[in-house]
């Protein structure tokens, strides 16, 4: 995937997973993309681990595998804040 792809994919995955962690007000659109991002690696080594199909290219599976990655990254980030 090119790099508009993943700023693409990254803004997506990032404001679902905002969305649903209801994290949305707090975060911005460059936020969004690097959780969407970073969330995309957390979700496929997790999907890797579990034994799913590889992700490749921008389609419905890759936005669920960054979507489930950038979740954890935002309930991990969320733990870290409490203490």
């Known amino acids: 995937m090119g790099i508009i792809a993943w700023v693409i994919l990254g803004a997506l995955s990032g ?7 209801d994290k949305n007000a707090s975060m911005g659109a460059i936020a969004n993309i690097i959780t969407g ?3 995309a690696f957390i979700g496929g080594i ?3 681990f579990i ?6 290219g921008l389609n419905l599976h890759s936005i669920l595998v960054s979507v ?12 870290i804040n409490k203490k």
């Not at 489930?68 to 733990?79: D, N, P």
């Open 15 to 21: 404001w679902i997973a905002s969305i649903i962690m």
């Open 37 to 39: 991002i970073v969330g």
């Open 46 to 48: 997790v999907f890797n």
């Open 51 to 56: 034994g799913a199909q590889k992700v490749t």
């Open 68 to 79: 489930v990655g950038a979740c954890i990254l935002l309930w991990i980030l969320g733990v």
